[in-house]
């Protein structure tokens, strides 16, 4: 599981010297431009990555584990004119889980963007086996004033009453449950950026959760 990172400006400015105005919010990717906002004086931005879908054993005496949780990154940012006059936001694609019928991994999640000044981790996909869940994002991989890592994806059982692994959880939502007992499919992770449950006895593993881009607007 990654760690927690606060970086020195986290704070720089403060909250205080500013007013609240409003918030945008960002479930697919897109453009902020700055001049649709003429008293802009600052923007705090969240970006969370996307979460790792959950694996398949096709088999039946096995189960899969679950995918991992996507990074949180944030950074308070006062220097507007610095701002691109139309900054790229990403907003990544949860990963896909393994369907039913083929051994393999769960996809890796998409990573979470502001342009190039904040960037969300996405979580891993599974291994594909019963032992290695998938890593959750890495604050090595985000960018900001702030990050907080998300969780790995749970390992499956061995046996196949025991059933798969949980998805890895994110700063903005929980992993999806795994499949249990009987053959059923992992369950997809929770908004925003949990990872897919691993899936039991070869039926689906869960898919991540999309990610999201969060933009406070201050004057």
């Known amino acids: 599981m990654s760690t927690l990172r606060v970086g020195a400006s986290a704070t720089a400015g403060g909250v205080d010297s500013y007013r609240y105005v409003q918030t945008v919010y960002f479930t697919s990717s897109g453009s902020f431009t700055k001049a649709s906002y003429p008293w802009l004086r600052a923007v705090r931005v969240r970006c969370q990555g996307a979460g790792g879908g959950g694996g398949n054993r096709a088999d039946t005496g096995d189960c899969a584990s679950g995918g991992g949780g996507g990074a949180l990154a944030e950074s308070f940012i006062t220097d507007i004119a ?30 979470s963007s502001f342009g190039t000044l904040v960037i969300g981790a996405a979580g891993g996909g599974t291994s594909g086996n019963a032992t290695n869940g998938g890593g959750g994002g890495d604050v090595g991989n985000c960018t900001g004033d702030f990050a907080a890592g998300g969780s790995d994806g749970a390992p499956g059982s061995g046996l196949a009453d025991n059933g798969g692994g949980n998805g890895g959880g994110s700063p903005l939502g929980g992993g999806g449950r795994a499949g249990r007992k009987g053959g059923s499919g992992g369950v997809a992770g929770n908004r925003y950026g949990g990872g897919g449950g691993g899936s039991s006895q070869d039926s689906s593993g869960g898919n991540g959760a999309d990610g999201i881009v969060i933009v406070e607007l201050y004057a």
């Open 82 to 111: 610095g701002l691109a006059a139309s900054e790229t936001v990403t907003v990544g694609a949860g990963g896909t889980g393994q369907p039913a019928g083929t051994q393999g991994e769960g996809a890796t999640g998409g990573t």
